[in-house]
């Protein structure tokens, strides 16, 4: 019965670092991603600006920032709610 026991602990042992490499790897990936999102928001921005100054100048009106990234959810609080569930 001793042998059967260490034998089933071993395996959950095992089990368990399985799943603690798992869990890093994601854990990485969700950084990683929260990083390509960051930068593609930002770069999103930057184009909106670009053709909100190039649309102004050819209509000869004052250019005003799009506020289309004012309006979506930050990337915190899309974490926030992620982490939430």
């Known amino acids: 019965m001793n042998k059967i026991i260490e034998h089933r602990l071993e395996s959950l042992k095992a089990e368990y670092e399985a799943g603690q ?34 649309n102004s100048e050819a209509n000869g009106e004052v250019s005003q920032p799009d506020d289309t990234l004012a309006k979506m959810e930050p990337l915190s609080e899309l974490a926030a709610s992620e982490e939430g569930t």
Do not use: F, P
């Open 21 to 54: 490499k798992l869990l890093a790897e994601y854990e990485t990936k969700q950084r990683n991603l929260r990083e390509t999102l960051l930068r593609i928001s930002g770069a999103i921005q930057v184009l909106e600006e670009v053709i909100t100054e190039e």
